[in-house]
């Protein structure tokens, strides 16, 4: 009779070796993402406290309070609000429309793309400090003896927020024209071919096959987009340091200048930890409501072997399926 | 045999109409970086009374001392409990190098450690961990920068370079998509080829699949290297006694009014800490153009 312990003991070996190998290759990470989540929580319980007498004590909503109230009182946090709004609106309204125009131009080679492309790209490897600070300058400088009619400087008052709001859209082309180009080129070429033998033009080609192809991709940027709603610092602290005009502030930066101020303490800690949970609390459910959007109303590959899919009520399929 | 030649199909007005449009649009993106750069570059050489004469035209006499003359304030002076310590530009340079080279390394390794099982095994909790990993990125909520700033202080992590880099392994983000999405398109036959050669699970993964996914992996550390190598919030927050080289430039830039120095001394002040990057650029640029693509969110 054979002796079947042993097989079943080397197999089960074999898989408890797997198991160590699997667990012990990902620890290390796993437990700095727990350390993270836990100091995620602790910024939940930071919230409700507060210094009171010299000491840090539970003090209720009273954080969330102040940040309530402060939205209307302080300049600071009601404009943070409102150009929170602005830049993400614009942003998407603005920008992914020209990130499309410029990505279709870079994917179909057309002339000078290469070159096009290479400069476009060099603000975002060759320094963004030094960008930054050269687009400072010109705007401290240059800028009054181009525009005499202007009564602040670009960086002064309610300027400066329409220009670092500019700033922040002209320098995302350097990372965007690599991104979506690349995306267009994942393509199947069969599918792009298919719909021009089919007789789309470059409206049709790019709505019913690019669109649809580089959705994932796209559908990514829209929900991180949406995820730094309202924590996203732009280069508000690169050109004006802590002391950016009122008129220019978001929550990004806002929160970042009361937690660095020199004389920030516990209760700064805890009055930011309130502000950034009622971010995620408005900004949590937007994003899962992107999401389910975008996966909901998105192609769908129904069958990835004849390379079919659905996009706008309407199916698609590969000329030769 | 005749051999047909394919059919050229020919551009509608509309697709010739678009390319004007996108062609123009892409032609103004980049001269207008050109010209800030142009700019910046032409007013290095020129005296500042030249500059304060006319700020736009070309020097009406190239001068070079301006580079020398900045040259003195670029080092940067820290006030320390030990005393004031200066870090002069080439001791910023190997900050920098290290700060980026380092963190480069570890956040390739990281997610790759965690994307790799994920992706070619299967043991308990492994959708759970991918799930987790989309739901990380869809979180709009991090811990405070206060709480990490008291819990690093505590744990004696703030402001050491060793600590901060033991800190800096991450488990997720959009890199672990990639790598994910990378390591899924590898074939499992070759580990399981090596396998019945004897290999370990340890050596599949190192001498296999990561060789395998090498392309991703450099294109990641690229990315992750120039960025590392802009960053200077980081450094300012978790390392100011290690001051990079970007560091080093905000604040030269910042205290050149408290110095009286002119633009012109300022900008060759800034072009001279740029330029180990515009080399870095020009050698890696088609690395960066190849591969890069980011994934979905969809699970």
Known sequence: MKDNTKKISAFQKKTFKKYIFVYVLMAYPLILWIISQCLTVSTVFYAFRSVVDGELKWVGLQNFVKAIKNLSSDPMMSYS?????????????????????????????????????????SPMIISGMLTILLFKRFCDDVAPMWLPGLTEGLLEGRNAFFTTWFYSIWISFATNILVYPNAMNAIDPELVESAKLDGANALQEFWHVLLPGIYPTLSTFVITGFTTL????????????????????????????????????????AYTSAISMMIAAVTFPVVMLVKNLLENYGPTEEDKGTRKFRWMGKEYANREA | MRIEKPKKIKKSVSEIIIYIIAGLFL??????????????????????????????????????????????????????????????????????????LVRSVL???????????????????????FTL??????????????????????????????????????????????????????????????????????????????PMAFPTFVTIFMLKFAGLWNDYMTPVVWLPSY???????????????????????????L???????????????????????????KG
């Open chain 1, 81 to 121: 609000f409102k150009n929170a709004m602005l830049m993400f609106w614009g942003s998407m309204v603005i920008s992914m429309p020209l990130y499309m125009l410029g990505a279709y131009y870079v994917y179909k080679k057309a002339f000078g793309a290469k070159v096009l492309q290479f400069v476009i790209m």
């Open chain 2, 107 to 129: 956040a390739v390794l990281g997610p790759a450690l965690v994307a790799y099982p994920v992706a070619k095994y299967n043991f308990k909790g492994k959708h759970l961990l």
């Open chain 1, 230 to 269: 309202f924590t996203n610092q732009g280069a508000l602290f690169t050109i004006f340091m802590y002391k950016a005009p009122a008129e220019s502030y978001n929550f990004g930066y806002y929160i970042f200048t009361q937690v660095m101020d020199p004389n920030a303490g516990p209760a700064q800690y």
């Open chain 2, 133 to 210: 990993a989309l739901v990380d990125m869809l979180l709009p909520f991090g811990p405070n920068l206060g709480v990490s700033l008291s819990f690093h202080k505590w744990l004696g992590t703030y402001d050491n370079r060793l600590g901060n880099f033991m800190m800096a392994v991450p488990a997720f983000g959009f890199d672990f998509l990639l790598l994910h999405a990378c390591f899924k398109g590898i074939s499992w036959s070759y580990a399981e080829a090596a396998t019945i050669d004897g290999a370990s699970d340890f050596k599949i993964m190192t001498q296999i699949m990561f």
């Open chain 2, 27 to 100: 032609l103004t993106i980049a001269v207008s970086y050109v010209s800030l750069f142009a700019w910046g570059i032409l007013n290095c050489f020129k005296s500042v009374l030249d500059y304060a004469v006319d700020m736009v035209g070309f020097p009406d006499k190239f001068i070079f001392t301006n580079f020398s003359d900045c040259l003195a304030n670029i080092p940067l002076k820290k006030i320390t409990p030990a005393g004031e310590v200066t870090y002069g530009v080439p001791l910023m340079l190997y900050n920098s190098l290290v700060f980026a």
């Open chain 2, 243 to 269: 001051p990079t080289l970007m560091y080093g430039m905000y604040v030269f830039e910042q205290k050149s009014k408290t110095l009286f120095m002119g633009t012109p001394q300022v900008l060759a002040g």
């Open chain 2, 271 to 297: 072009f001279l800490t740029a330029l180990p990057t515009m080399f870095l650029y020009v050698f890696t640029q088609r690395f960066l153009k190849s591969g890069f693509m980011v994934g979905g969110l």
